[in-house]
């Protein structure tokens, strides 16, 4: 049996469209194109580069609701 959590996530139908051409580019469907996004986020968390570190993704403004 898998042993994946599965949730529900709103998002903006824009930034769906947008990666559902990104994972299409890099041949992987949204949830993966996500989870792999999600891994890569916090790999560099991880590494001390989280938000607010200068050259972070987020660095440059607040976190959106």
């Known amino acids: 049996m898998d042993?994946?959590?599965t949730f529900l996530l709103r998002i903006d139908p824009a930034l769906w469209r947008a990666l559902e051409k990104w994972a299409a580019d890099e041949l992987?469907?949204?949830?993966g194109q996500i989870e792999y996004l999600?891994?890569?986020a916090v790999a560099?968390?991880?590494?001390?580069?989280g938000p607010g570190t200068p050259g972070a993704p987020g660095a440059s403004?607040?976190?959106?609701?």
């Open 61 to 65: 403004g607040p976190a959106g609701g």
């Open 3 to 5: 042993s994946r959590k």
């Open 28 to 31: 992987r469907s949204v949830n």
């Open 38 to 40: 999600l891994r890569q």
């Open 44 to 49: 560099q968390r991880k590494r001390g580069a």
